[in-house]
Structure formats: C-alpha cells, structure tokens
C-alpha cells in the first residue's frame, strides 16, 4: 500500500453537480450470469444518452480485457475484480456521471462494500438484483457457460459450484423471466425520475 501520497482538492462534488447540470450515482447490476444485466444495462445506458444524460457502463468487457486483464476466476480473483469496479464506478459518479456496472458480483459482503465506499463521499449507490431462475438461465446460456460448467470444464461456477448470494434489500428487484428488457430499463428509468437523480 503507497503510504507516502498526498490528495490534490479540485472541484467538490456539489460544483460539478452544478456545472453539468447532473447528479451522479451508480447503478449496480448483481445477478446470475445470462440473467440480463449486460443487455439491461446496454438498453439503460442508450436511453439515458439518448435522453442527454452522461452514463457510462462498465461490465466484464470493458473491465477484464483491460484494467482487470490480471485476475482470473478464484474467490480472491473475483473479490479484487468488484473491488476495483466499485472504486472505477465511485470515480464515475463522483464526475457527475451515471455509473451503471454489470457484474454477477456474486457476494453479499463485496457489493456491500461498495456501497459504503459510495456512502463515505455522499454518493447514491443502487443495487439492481436482475433475477431469473437458474434454470431459465441455463436456458439462455448464449456463451455455453453454464454447459461448460455442468461438464466440470469450468470450475467455481456461479450457481452451479460457486455460491450467488442474492441481496437482502435491493432498490429495486427484476424478474428477467417475467418482463421484458425494455420493461426493466423503464423501471429503473422511472426510479431515477422519482429518486429526483435525473
């Protein structure tokens, strides 16, 4: 850990806040792989563009194949992957941007913790649980993860040999299995609206 570094003061939160005319935050999609996040998040990210509002989204694409190109799939592996995604969104929202990241980020514990570091700067953090049964997902399964895993070709697989824990009290909760993507982007659009973020 660097010890010897010193925090330069810029603009506050509340000067961005009022010079881009936005309020930042981060949208936190937890759910089983093939649950919907990414194509929820992408549909989320476009609308609220589209509407000229700054979002950006950050998911296992734009995460792994670069800044996280050094972690693999352990339990510790994964723990330093959403630590980074939760200090990277926190970054975003700072900005005044919205942050919307899609990661199974299968721990309790870890999702937490990224909702604290948000709460220490004053910065809204809101858990999206994309739910779907297992065995709609493994229905989907458009990468064949869940086939792989089955076969034992993937060890430590969320929901088949590694655990998901699904938060205790989401803001908001989506059966993937019940409606369609541009329902759930419309809920959580409809949620910004009243949380008075956008």
């Not at 000067?15 to 929820?40: D, V």
């Not at 989907?140 to 792989?148: E, I, Q």
């Not at 998901?164 to 009290?169: F, G, I, R, S």
Request: glycine letters at 6%; one cysteine or more.
């Amino acid at each position: 850990m660097a010890t010897n570094i010193t925090w330069h003061p810029n603009l506050t939160y509340d000067e961005r806040k009022n010079l881009r005319k936005q309020e930042g935050c981060t949208i936190w999609l937890t759910g089983l792989s093939a649950s919907g996040k990414s194509t929820i998040a992408c549909a989320l990210e476009q609308l609220l563009l589209e509407k000229g509002i700054g979002a950006y989204r950050l998911d296992g694409d734009n995460i792994r194949f670069g800044l996280n190109k050094d972690l693999g799939f352990s339990a510790e592996d994964r723990n330093e992957n959403i630590r980074r995604v939760s200090e990277v969104s926190k970054l975003f929202a700072d900005s005044c941007m919205i942050s919307i990241t899609s990661f199974i980020s299968p721990y309790i514990e870890d999702r937490s913790r990224a909702r604290e570091l948000h709460a220490k700067d004053g910065l809204k953090f809101i858990e999206v649980f994309v739910d779907v049964p297992i065995e709609v997902a493994e229905q989907r399964d458009p990468k064949g993860l869940y086939k792989k895993a089955r076969e034992g070709a993937i060890k430590e697989f969320t929901g088949i040999s590694a655990p998901y824990e699904a938060p205790e009290a989401p803001e908001l909760h989506l059966r993937t299995d019940l409606k369609t993507v541009e329902e759930c982007t419309l809920i959580i659009y409809e949620y910004l609206l009243r949380e008075k973020i956008i």
